[in-house]
Nanobody, 123 residues
């Protein structure tokens, strides 16, 4: 049906930057909204940033002013530009998409998750 593939994770020193990408593919009729979440070891998954179909963005307080979320609707792709990275940003980052898709003559709406990409920030 719908697949999300993240890329762009890696290891960086504190103060550095990384850019994550999340590409959606499949029988997509419309992507209603997308978001980035992260989960550090021993912690619950948390929302980092989200963006609506109209490109309205919202951020967690911990990343406000350092991270920027964006999307390319034509490519069904979302990005997360992460600047001034801190060790506490270390986590597995997941993308999530609220997707309407068409199957068997019917429209469905569901949330999909990517497989996650590791971001490690060293001090």
């Amino acid at each position: 049906q719908v697949q999300l593939v993240e890329s762009g994770g890696g290891s960086v020193q504190a103060g550095g930057s990384l850019r994550l990408s999340c590409a959606a593919s499949g029988s997509i009729f419309r992507i209603n909204g997308m978001g980035w979440y992260r989960q550090a070891p021993g912690k619950q998954r948390e929302l980092v940033a989200r963006i609506t179909s109209g490109s309205d963005a919202a951020y967690a307080d911990s990343v406000q002013g350092r991270f920027t979320i964006s999307r390319d609707a034509a490519k069904n792709t979302m990005y997360l530009q992460m600047n001034s990275l801190k060790p506490e940003d270390t986590a597995v980052y997941y993308c999530k998409a609220d997707v309407t898709y068409f199957s068997g003559g019917t429209y469905y709406r569901n949330d999909y998750w990517g497989q996650g990409t590791q971001v490690t920030v060293s001090s």
